[in-house]
């Protein structure tokens, strides 16, 4: 197999930093359990690489339409109770989070 | 004043936010600075509901060509956007909605010219994204306003081609300057409307490499601008000096401190994940709306400058004022256009007299109540020495408080001067008559009496005796009274 | 055989004439819920009293004789990804677990409009993800056939209710297969749409590019009479498509005689069961009976189906599932040390199963720096290559003819601990969503007392020619009519 399609190793490391990238918390256990996963899910994936994509343009969005363009009047807005009525924590006009204390 | 051995290399990214009526992708009011009520310009694709769709604003992506063109970019056939991945409070769905690999326009360019030298400033590219909501810190907790969520926004990006603070701040208000003008962004930097980043290195004179740059964020005045890249430049050019190397890292800038910091986050460099956006087709731009777009162009500062300079015969500080706002620029122009008066009348008058009112009043030209026509009416009644210069300005503020036109204000408190020859001859007469030591005093050489003789002549009309034809009567008379000259 | 037990269309007869009400219907619906309900978990939320209010306002519009639609006084159901405006749409995750949308789908509001009564929302794998609705958050939901068994996912519930009419009609998502497989598991019609024809305005992203609503009934005529009221151009969703939305009513009844229908050969190789493979071959038998004509294709690339499908989930359905951050709506775990950042991560590590936090990871992972030519781009290229195959394949035929799945519907926690084993199930059906191309599941025979589907795939805005198919084969096999046998 071409190099490229060495898929890593998914150590503890790796998972932990891909958890992190989506904000997930996990613990050593997982992060190993979800490792070996990976490994294996990702080992089965590169099966694609046997596809010959030279010169293939990347099917990204269906190519159906373009140009979907909407007029730039106002539409009506939701009302903020409606809006409120699911947040978790707010004060009746803004919503609330705590603060990062991490730096940024 | 600073080091002449190292040269700073300064690229600008500039955060726009465009006026149009709506969010760039959903059909709440994007005029959230009008707005107090927190949370009430919003829907469920702006607070990113479970299941809310993006649908593209046509007059974002209208404004956003205007302003490519303006800088002289190519609009990019087809362009793509794309999700960039990262979590915020003030950033609903996780994600923003931006342009990535297939921007909208690229590869322009804007020429400045700082002390008398030109430079001309590339501009990698311009692209739509969409503006983030407000938090405000209260102690422990962030409070978020999700009014100027989806709001457009366009980013412009500089090649790091600028070689001093002075051009970075010309460029910036340039850019200010010009979308101004487009009508595209109100230049306000107090609201926010306008930010900027500033990307930085420092490398010898002579050298031709990049060197390591530091990002410096949330620049959002001139004067934060200039003081981070004073700042900034200087310390690296210390670091470098003292043996270091610069780390190439996100900066802030403490004001109060006056330096940068570092914003070393939680994680390591942000990995934005970016891929084309699922759920908007590619905008397919051909050279016909390209042309649509492009006759829409009014004529931009730089090129409006040098007309006024060469074609209206405008002195080049006096253009630069006159153009320094589209609608300054064209109120000038339409009251020449209104006017008999030559244009440099005009255009003195402008800006000496009217931008005094103006600045003295806190107003713009905009909301100014005197029309065109009535300025034009008032300089050349002036011009036609009808009235006195001085009495011209003085009914200035007074035509603007009751919008009135001048001619009639001018009849109603019998205003006009007095050019009548007869009638100012016998005040002359009763001038000297009345005043016989300065005359005297005149007559034997002191030759500054007569301003005084010209001020009562001035006084016995209550202003309005026409200078010139006063004068030269005063002369003749005092002259017809001098000694007969000794024979000889 | 009670008033639920009628199908879309015999109802709508039997309304029009006043010979039964939609208050009687709905009812009926409702009893039906109360006896099976408890035993096959196919509801998560139901909404009695809404229903019935909305039951007596179609039974008005059928009294006034104006403005009545074939769904006019229909009980439905919805899957609980599909956002209904004040009723609970939790879409099977704790971290939704009391989310009350406040606006309404558009396929949700033409439903209503048409006068259709909303009886409640169906359960499903959390997110979308998983083809056997046992990774709901709350519960799993039983084959009505063998309760021992799985329904099929993600669109289970769905598949339940319709099965056991406790709903005359549902609609499901599918993105990978998620309509068509619960459709086969469970002995019923399910339609994945031509991507963009149904609006998506209101569907709780999963893969963007995939995603897509649609009917699940009892069979195929009832199937095109829910798509002709959804169906069609929505200005809030930019990837629907404007063309316009045929009579699919009509044009069902067409004789197919002369119609292609090809077989692709890497579809048929071993791993099949034989109950299935037989089933689809005299499925096959009928059609040429009918003058349809069999060829066999092509479509080189299948093998190549699961990764650009999955590669491509992971990394769209990892954004998509962003905003669930405890900020707006949904679950919200604060922690101890008050930071904004460790309440992200608890949340979402209390909010999300196992099934969602594996492929969100994996999608962060495809995408990343350094991992994004490897994965997603090359996904996205490999997803060109399949699309040219069924453009190829459509040139030669009208309709491809495949199984939806090897197996009939396996016993509940055979595959769930296995997660590869769960994605190579959907082999037969991830092609399609990457394409975009519509496709019809319906039954075609059973296997060890347990349904089993066909798939017809057809050409992009192909319905009409699969509902053709579809019909011309129910006037010739009854076994759609077959009920389970703890009805």
Not at chain 3, 157 to 170: I, P
Not at chain 3, 177 to 193: D, E, T
Not at chain 3, 472 to 487: E, F, I, K, T, V
Request: proline letters at 5%; one cysteine or more.
């Amino acid at each position: 197999m071409p190099t490229d399609s060495q898929s890593p190793r998914f150590d503890i490391d790796l998972v932990k930093h891909i958890a992190f990238l989506v904000r997930l918390g996990i613990s050593e256990e997982e992060a190993q359990v979800f490792g070996q996963q990976f490994e294996t899910i990702i080992e089965y994936f590169n099966l694609l690489n046997e596809a010959d994509l030279a010169g293939i343009d990347p099917a990204g969005q269906a190519r159906h339409a373009c140009n979907i363009l909407r007029e730039d009047e106002v539409q009506p807005s939701l009302s903020r109770d409606a809006f409120l009525a699911n947040v978790p924590e707010h004060d009746g006009v803004y919503v609330k989070v705590p603060v990062v204390t991490g730096v940024e | 004043m600073i080091n002449s051995d190292y040269e700073p290399v300064i690229g600008l990214e500039i955060h726009a936010e465009l006026q149009t009526q709506s969010k760039m992708f959903c059909g709440c009011s994007a005029t959230y600075a009008a707005s107090p009520e927190p949370n009430t310009f919003i829907c469920p694709v702006c607070t990113a509901q479970p299941g809310a769709l993006p649908v593209v604003n046509r007059q974002a992506v209208n404004q956003g060509m205007l302003v490519g063109l303006a800088l002289n970019c190519t609009i990019n056939p087809h362009n793509v956007f794309a999700r960039k991945n990262y979590f915020y409070p003030d950033l609903p769905k996780g994600y923003q909605i931006s342009q990535y690999d297939l921007p909208l326009a690229t590869h322009g360019e804007l020429e400045i010219v700082t002390g008398g030298k030109s430079r001309r400033v590339r501009v990698w590219r311009v692209h739509l994204e969409e503006d983030t909501a407000k938090l405000t810190h209260q102690g422990a907790t962030v409070q978020v306003d999700f009014n100027r969520a989806g709001v457009p926004l366009l980013e412009i990006v500089s090649e790091p081609d600028m070689h001093s603070v002075e051009e970075v701040l010309k460029y910036g208000n340039q850019i200010r300057s010009i979308l101004r003008y487009l009508g595209v962004n109100s230049g306000d930097m107090e609201k926010g409307v306008l930010r900027f980043e500033a990307n930085i290195s420092v490398r010898r004179y002579g050298s031709n490499e990049l060197n390591t740059r530091t990002e410096i964020k949330n620049l959002n005045s001139f004067r934060t601008l200039g003081r981070a890249s004073v700042y900034e430049i200087q310390r690296q050019i210390a670091v470098l000096q003292g043996g270091g190397h610069i780390e190439q890292e996100t900066l802030g800038w403490d004001e109060i401190r006056g330096v940068t910091t570092s914003q070393r986050s939680k994680e390591h460099a942000h990995d934005y994940r970016y891929f084309p956006e699922p759920d908007l087709p590619p905008l397919e731009i051909d050279t016909v709306w390209v042309e649509q777009i492009r006759r829409k162009l009014p004529e931009l500062p730089a090129v409006k400058r040098d007309r006024f300079i060469q074609v209206l015969g405008l002195a080049p500080a006096d253009a630069s004022v006159l153009i320094s706002e589209k609608a300054l620029a064209d109120y000038f122009e339409a009251t020449v256009a209104a006017a008999k008066s030559p244009t440099h009348t005009v255009a003195n008058w402008i800006v000496g007299d009217l931008l005094h009112l103006l600045n003295d009043r806190g107003l713009s030209v905009e909301n100014l109540n005197l029309p065109p026509s009535h300025l034009a009416e008032l300089v050349d009644l002036a011009t036609d020495k009808i009235i006195t210069q001085s009495t011209a300005k003085e009914l200035l503020p007074e035509l603007v408080d009751t919008g009135q036109n001048p001619r009639a204000l001018v009849d109603k408190r019998g205003l006009n001067k007095i050019t009548d020859e007869r009638v100012l001859a016998e005040i002359v007469d009763q001038v000297i008559a009345r005043n016989p030591d300065p005359v005297a005093s005149y007559l034997n050489g002191k030759e500054t009496v007569f301003t005084w003789l010209m001020g009562q002549v001035a006084r016995a009309t209550r202003g309005k005796a026409d200078p010139l034809v006063s004068s030269r009567l005063l002369s003749e008379a005092l002259r017809g009274m001098k000694k007969p000259e000794n024979s000889c | 055989m009670e008033l639920c037990d009628l199908t879309i269309h015999e109802a709508h007869d039997l309304l029009r004439a006043r010979q039964i009400s939609s208050t009687e219907l709905t009812r009926s619906v409702l009893e039906r819920i109360h006896h099976l309900d408890p035993q096959l978990r196919a509801y998560i939320t139901l909404a009695e009293e809404q229903a019935l209010e909305q039951a007596a306002q179609a039974d008005v519009r059928v009294q006034t004789g104006r403005d009545i639609t074939p769904l006019t006084g229909i009980p439905f159901s919805a899957k609980d990804s599909i956002i209904t405006q004040g009723m609970r749409t939790t879409c099977g995750s704790r971290i939704l677990e009391n989310y009350i949308p406040p606006y309404q789908a558009t396929a949700i509001q033409r439903l209503i409009a048409a006068g259709a009564v909303l009886v409640g929302k169906n359960n499903m794998d959390e997110f979308g993800m998983g083809s056997s609705c046992e990774n709901s958050a709350f519960f799993p939901t039983r084959n009505p056939w063998d309760i021992e068994r799985v329904p099929g996912g993600s669109s289970g519930g769905s598949a339940t209710a319709v099965a056991t009419s406790m709903a005359l009609f549902a609609l499901g998502g599918d993105t990978g297969g998620s309509i068509r497989m619960p459709a086969s598991f469970c002995g019923i019609v399910g339609l994945k749409p031509t991507y963009g024809r149904v609006s998506r305005y209101g569907l709780v992203a999963l893969a963007s590019s995939f995603d897509t609503i649609g009917p699940m009934a009892r069979d195929v005529q009832d199937t095109a009479l829910v798509l002709s009221v959804i169906a069609g151009v929505d200005p809030r969703d930019s990837t629907t498509l404007q063309a316009p939305v045929p009579a699919y009513a009509n044009k069902l009844k067409e004789d197919v005689r002369g119609l292609r229908l090809g077989i692709p050969k890497e579809y048929f190789v071993e791993g099949m069961e034989s109950g299935v493979a037989s089933a689809i071959q005299d499925a096959i038998r009928v059609y040429q009976s009918l003058g349809v004509e069999i060829r066999e294709v092509s479509l080189p690339n299948a093998r190549f189906g699961l990764p650009v499908y999955y590669l491509i989930l992971f990394a769209e359905a990892s954004a998509n599932l962003a905003r669930f951050d405890g900020v707006r709506f949904g679950r919200s775990d604060r922690t101890e040390t008050g930071d904004l950042v460790d309440q992200y991560l608890r949340t979402r590590q209390n909010g999300f199963g196992a099934e969602v936090k594996r492929r969100i990871m994996l999608g962060a992972f495809t995408l990343s720096e350094g991992y994004y030519d490897a994965y997603y781009l090359k996904a996205q290229k490999g997803r060109a290559l399949i699309r040219r195959d069924f453009e190829m394949a459509f040139t030669q035929v009208d309709a491809l003819i495949t199984p939806v799945c090897p197996t009939t519907a396996f016993k509940l926690g055979e595959k769930v601990d296995d997660p590869l084993a769960m994605y190579l199930s959907d082999v037969y059906v991830v092609s399609v969503n990457p394409a975009g191309v519509p496709a019809l599941a319906l039954p075609c025979g059973f296997a060890n007392g347990l349904p089993v589907g066909m798939q017809l795939i057809g050409n992009f805005l192909g319905e009409d020619l699969l509902f053709q198919l579809g019909y011309a084969y129910q006037q010739n096999m009854q076994w759609h009519r077959q009920r389970p046998g703890l009805l």
